[in-house]
DNA sequence: TGTACATCAGTGAACGCGCGTTCACTGATGTAC
DNA sequence: TGTACATCAGTGAACGCGCGTTCACTGATGTAC
């Protein structure tokens, strides 16, 4: 996102890097301001260098550009969670595992992580981009962490389906809230961490 | 905040009352869209039914009208919690009953409490409207109850601010992921609430 | 190897819209005499 | 009790702005012959 290069045209055939540049750069808008009404058809055009009408023959409207930073953002999410608890057998630290990557998303990109999550979904969803199913994909991962911990028995939990719930409330309002008050005397990462996994996964402190 | 009826001009010395009425046209168009980029001075002057200048004879500009909204909001909020805990000396019952008045506020006003705890507060705080104070007075609300359950020995906490802390960002978490996925198979809202207080606050289930 | 041409990536000007804000104003209401 | 007048609550028209979107276009790039 260089706004005052001039952008030298794609060769033919490669028409399609612009979409890419396009989301590159509305993904960079939305993270600088914080807000999704900042990413407007002709701010992202001016991020990328481009005249606002080439945008269309990438996206059909300004709405399927944030469409498409949704999709990505969600990509890059569950994928960062899968990874951080893959090669990890032990249940307790996998659950802490996950916990800490969906923490350290939402710190590394907040305003992506808040498209994700902090935007009420529709009475029905859309078929061709059903948000509620994704955020229920992302519960899903952590629900399944701690049903693992009480399979071993090494949570106390009776209902792994509450708990995760109580789990990713707590993930969610640490999240954002560590967001939007930078001043306020948090207490060590680590030792939030600690309280929501041991005190709502009902797992024994180490 | 009625758009069609003819709004009958106020009489000498009660211009004021205009005030209240702009105030209360933009809650509601606030609760309504869930936006706070709605809440146009246009949309808000069309609310009242009033030409869209006579808003300025009551607000500098349009932020203020906002501002004023959270103002509001932030006294019905803080008003609202102490009311709950009023005339409750048990310290467990006290703490549950102003974290069921958190959840309950939120759920009731799902967009002013957004507008509350939802936005990220500048560097620096503006000394006459200082939203981290105004924030971090609710919080104390929530510390102070956990100190009285660990002082009176009902909570094994042995860091009261830290678990507020915990049990802020549950509620906070709880109440806009709920506000956000109505179609997300929630447990019952009290028993989330025991999973807060007891799992957070170290109390005991009853 | 040269050239005419189709294709593709991207442009510039223009549109109508709603916005925040300003300005000069109007007309009902109350008050002084 | 009547009337002139100041005040107050609110208006209508206009401004410049950035927006999303459309349209006809341009000019470089590759290709067919």
Same mark, same amino acid.
């Given at each position: 996102?260089? @706004?005052?290069?001039?952008?030298?045209?794609?060769?033919?055939? @490669?028409?399609?890097?612009?979409?890419?540049?396009?989301?590159?750069?509305?993904?960079?808008l939305?993270?600088?301001?914080?807000? &999704? &009404?900042?990413?407007?058809?002709?701010?992202?055009?001016?991020?990328?260098?481009?005249?606002?009408?080439?945008?269309?023959?990438?996206?059909?409207?300004?709405?399927?550009?944030?469409? +498409?930073?949704?999709?990505?953002?969600?990509h890059?999410?569950?994928a960062?969670?899968?990874?951080?608890?893959?090669?990890?057998?032990?249940?307790? &630290?996998? $659950?802490?595992?996950?916990?800490?990557? *969906?923490? &350290?998303?939402?710190?590394?990109?907040?305003?992506? *992580?808040r498209? $994700?999550?902090?935007?009420?979904?529709?009475?029905?969803?859309?078929?061709?981009?059903?948000?509620?199913?994704?955020?229920?994909?992302?519960? @899903?991962?952590l629900?399944?962490?701690?049903?693992?911990?009480?399979?071993?028995?090494?949570?106390?939990?009776?209902?792994?389906?509450?708990?995760?719930?109580?789990?990713?409330?707590? $993930?969610?309002? *640490? +999240?954002?809230?560590?967001?939007?008050?930078?001043?306020?005397?948090?207490?060590?990462?680590?030792?939030? $961490?600690?309280?929501?996994?041991?005190?709502?996964?009902?797992?024994?402190?180490?």
């Amino acid at each position: 996102m260089d @706004e005052s290069a001039a952008r030298t045209r794609n060769r033919r055939g @490669e028409g399609g890097r612009l979409r890419a540049d396009i989301l590159a750069a509305a993904t960079a808008l939305l993270e600088e301001t914080g807000s &999704e &009404e900042a990413v407007t058809l002709r701010a992202v055009a001016r991020g990328v260098g481009i005249a606002a009408p080439s945008i269309y023959a990438h996206f059909p409207d300004r709405t399927a550009i944030v469409d +498409a930073v949704v999709d990505q953002t969600f990509h890059d999410f569950t994928a960062l969670l899968r990874q951080a608890v893959a090669d990890e057998s032990d249940p307790a &630290e996998r $659950l802490r595992r996950g916990c800490a990557a *969906y923490l &350290e998303f939402a710190e590394t990109h907040p305003q992506r *992580y808040r498209i $994700l999550f902090d935007r009420r979904e529709p009475a029905e969803d859309d078929p061709d981009r059903p948000i509620a199913s994704i955020r229920k994909e992302s519960f @899903e991962f952590l629900a399944d962490a701690v049903r693992r911990c009480a399979d071993a028995g090494v949570s106390a939990s009776t209902d792994p389906f509450g708990d995760a719930t109580a789990i990713w409330v707590a $993930l969610h309002g *640490y +999240a954002t809230l560590r967001a939007n008050m930078p001043r306020f005397p948090w207490p060590p990462h680590d030792a939030t $961490l600690d309280r929501i996994v041991h005190g709502l996964a009902r797992i024994a402190p180490r």
